[in-house]
């Protein structure tokens, strides 16, 4: 089987408002961060399938007669997107020597690229194929690098499999799926996530593959047909922590103080819903001072309650204090406890000033990015739509 050649890329996630609320019946708020995922599949004729995984220094390839042995355990699969199937997993992991219960992100990757190639593949003759996969997001920062993975892997081989059709056309220079092909997507990619993470909520692929903006609740996800691009700072403190522990500390806190924690997270639901609103009133009317004026103040109050949860931290306390001295606004993004935080630019704000900021920050030791949230999801690029030096790198193997 012969399959065509495919330029695809997804986007990280930030979380806007709504963290950690959210685990309590609260609306959050996800958007797409244009710091993207870039997989190139080349279609070969070396009778084997590689992998190219650059930002965590792998590379890994598997002759045809190999992965046969594998491919009739997926046959008699009717579903186009089949339900993850744990005999199936199990069989992967012992094929790829992998005996702990604990994945690493080398292995979580692969293991995830070949379930779903399998899955779509294996009940015909297996094609041969070079994957490179490029990253501009940092990973274990809590960005959705691994669902931006996943929903590349899912675009790139539909499409090469056939289920969905091509968008690109001649004259393109990046295309779109329509929805009923973006829904195949993000199921497909939410079995890598699964692969992964083993209980992910949905949110991180569903952004990777819609974009823009969505509002979780309840377990809902519903994108949001409009918002504003926004130009931010996203800025990596590179303190580690635990998303299970400080998941557990706000918990702990609301049962110790329910009648003190209960206003707060309902505060923390009315700002997400400000939030939307504004945002929402920014792409139906012109947009004005007040409308970033408002974005600030609901930033700078969501970070009071946030620290008032307990997950702040004083490496974010010194990302807030650094930005505000340059009249800026800023909070954490995620988890919090260290990780990510995102700082709003007004369409105004000086680039010396930004570039005055980003290296203030970077000598705070942190990592920091001028980038923007609200932009598309999945799609489908030409060679000339991306940056010189991503081709490079996709283009190495």
Avoid at 73 to 91: I, T
Avoid at 131 to 136: F, N
Avoid at 190 to 216: C, K, Y
Avoid at 236 to 260: C, E, G, H, M, Q
Wanted: with cysteine.
């Amino acid at each position: 089987m012969q399959v065509k050649d495919c330029l695809v890329s997804a986007p990280g996630k930030a979380i806007l408002h709504g963290e950690h609320a959210v685990v309590h019946g609260k609306v959050a708020l996800a958007v797409s961060l244009n710091l993207r995922t870039y997989l190139r599949l080349k279609a070969t004729s070396n009778c084997k399938v590689c992998i190219n995984l650059p930002n965590i220094d792998t590379f890994k390839c598997w002759h045809l007669s190999e992965l046969n042995q594998l491919a009739h355990f997926f046959r008699g699969k009717k579903e186009e997107v089949p339900r993850l199937d744990a005999e199936l997993l199990r069989r992967l992991r012992e094929f790829l020597g992998i005996t702990n219960g604990n994945l690493d992100s080398c292995n979580s990757a692969i293991l995830a690229f070949l379930y779903i190639y399998l899955s779509l593949f294996g009940s015909s003759e297996l094609p041969s194929m070079t994957l490179s996969v490029w990253s501009e997001l940092p990973t274990g920062a809590g960005l959705g690098s691994s669902a931006a993975y996943s929903v590349c892997l899912a675009a790139a081989l539909l499409c090469a499999s056939g289920v969905i059709p091509t968008p690109l056309k001649e004259m393109d220079h990046t295309a779109r799926w329509c929805q009923e092909d973006l829904e195949l997507i993000n199921s497909c990619a939410f079995q890598g996530e699964m692969i992964i993470h083993g209980n992910p909520s949905g949110v991180d692929n569903a952004v990777g593959t819609w974009g823009g903006m969505l509002r979780f609740l309840a377990g809902k996800i519903i994108p949001l047909s409009r918002v504003p691009l926004l130009r931010i700072l996203l800025t990596n403190t590179k303190v580690p922590r635990s998303t299970k522990v400080l998941v557990a500390r706000v918990k702990d806190k609301i049962n110790k103080f329910p009648s003190v924690m209960t206003p707060v997270l309902d505060s923390v639901d009315a700002v997400s819903c400000t939030c939307e609103k504004v945002l929402s009133e920014m792409t139906s009317e012109p947009i004005t001072g007040e409308h970033y004026n408002i974005l600030e103040e609901l930033i700078d109050i969501n970070q009071h309650h946030l620290n008032v949860m307990g997950v702040g931290h004083p490496s974010l306390d010194t990302l807030c204090r650094v930005t505000l001295a340059k009249g800026l606004h800023s909070k954490l993004t995620g988890a919090g406890g260290g990780g990510c935080g995102i700082t709003l630019l007004r369409p105004e704000t000086d680039s010396l000033v930004v570039q005055s900021t980003v290296q203030d920050l970077r000598d705070c030791g942190f990592d920091c990015w001028e980038t923007s949230i609200g932009g598309p999801g999945v799609q489908q690029h030409s060679s000339v739509s991306v940056k010189e030096e991503v081709l490079e790198v996709l283009n190495r193997y």
